[in-house]
Nanobody, 115 residues
Framework: QLQASGGGLVQTGGSLRLSCVAS????????IAWYRQAPGKQRELVAL???????EYVDSVKGRFAISRDNAKNTVYLQMNSLKPEDTAIYYC???????????WGQGTLVTVSS
């Protein structure tokens, strides 16, 4: 199970760092992804990182967000800079394979960007 935290209220142009703590020793061997769901919209994949620290991002966050992992702490981070109101959403982290099966969704953490 993965637990996301670090959300909050921030002004446009501000920054936040989200954390995703994984339980279990297998977490460090899995690809982990951050997703977000804005009000009235479908959940979308924002960023992912595999066990080799290869990363991918949705176009709308490239150059502003950075995903990283600390395997010793079983934690994946999402550094979000230059935040925009359209980044407002509930952010979730999940094991990529479980996410594709519709499993493992936790409560997420709310990010609100004010204009």
């Amino acid at each position: 199970q993965l637990q996301a935290s670090g959300g909050g209220l921030v002004q446009t142009g501000g920054s936040l760092r989200l954390s995703c703590v994984a339980s279990g020793s297998t977490a460090s061997r899995n690809a982990i992804a951050w997703y977000r769901q804005a009000p009235g919209k479908q959940r979308e994949l924002v960023a992912l990182i595999d066990m080799y620290t290869n990363t991918e991002y949705v176009d709308s966050v490239k150059g502003r967000f950075a995903i990283s992992r600390d395997n010793a702490k079983n934690t994946v981070y999402l550094q979000m800079n230059s935040l925009k109101p359209e980044d407002t959403a509930i952010y979730y982290c999940n094991d990529l394979q479980r996410a594709l099966k519709g499993q493992g969704w936790g409560q997420g953490t709310l990010v609100t960007v004010s204009s």
